[in-house]
């Protein structure tokens, strides 16, 4: 019998120790996907070098084998101040470190050393693949009238495959996106600017890889570039010089989503540097594709949930 298509679930939960598994479980570890996907063979193929005297492919094998799981999640807050939200393991698995506040926020901020990881479980129907040591990227999307979400790339090293029962996930900690429409966002500015935006598009830009030597495997974060694109309306001069802030002083990048407690999420990057745009029509307005290099800072960035 054929496995069904949306017949998929995923847990993850954070490693104590880097590589061992942490055994995640449907009751208190599922990921409640919008849609996801597992490249399992990523890694080198390598034929064999060998002399002959026919013609044709020698065996191949593979090299180094590790896995890729991209998906995207609704991007929400607990609905509890200063409770983590459901996909904070996650940040947590893109060298994002968790800062707790009493009874005000839960904050995410980059760190350069001590990144964490998380074990996959990857379910579709009875076929299960586990993934350890998974480390990567995230991208957080907000686009006029949609919902808002986190798009993740993570890495992870190749542990086993095999039939299981299909688990049955306890979702209920997820809680529903707000739609990034005017009245859901309370701010969303550049350079203290208010601008007029149709979406916004936030990149930790971690540079993940695997890494293999002797004594040593792991999903390896080498740097961070991270950065952000804004499609905003094109303004007068007079009003708002984008133009002379190409390639020059940081401007600070600050947008809320929401406003009731428990489910406002802020982005903050203070030292943002405006990279050559372009213009682009939306019905009769002129818009502009805002992209950004975000500069290193105490923190770069923060996404905090409150």
Known sequence: MAIRFDKRVALAKIEV????DSVPTAGANAIRLM????????GETLERDELNLDMGQGVKDLVGRHCVFEFDVELAGSG??????????????????ETIVP?????YAPV?????????????????TAMLGCRGEVELQFEKLRKARAHFR????FASEADASFPTPTLTAWQRALYFTKANVSAFTIDSYAVVANSLKFRAGNQARYLERINRQEIAIDDRKP???AVIEDVPIS?????????????????????????????????SQIQPFAESQDGADTMITLPASVARASPDFSFNFS
């Not at 947008?255 to 999420?265: E, K, S």
């Open 17 to 20: 120790s880097y590589g061992t």
């Open 35 to 42: 849609n996801g996907k597992v490249t399992p063979f990523e």
């Open 80 to 97: 509890v101040v200063a409770t983590p939200p459901p996909l904070g393991p996650l940040f947590r698995a893109c060298a994002l470190a």
């Open 103 to 107: 009874a005000a926020l839960v904050g």
């Open 112 to 128: 350069n050393t001590g990144h964490e990881a998380v074990s996959i479980y990857w379910f579709e129907g009875t076929n299960k």
């Open 154 to 157: 993570l890495m992870g090293i």
């Open 227 to 229: 950065s952000w694109e």
């Open 239 to 271: 009003t708002k010089n984008f133009r002379t802030m190409v390639n020059g002083t940081p401007v600070a990048l600050s947008m809320t989503l929401g406003a009731v407690a428990g489910n406002i999420i802020a982005i903050n990057a203070d030292a």
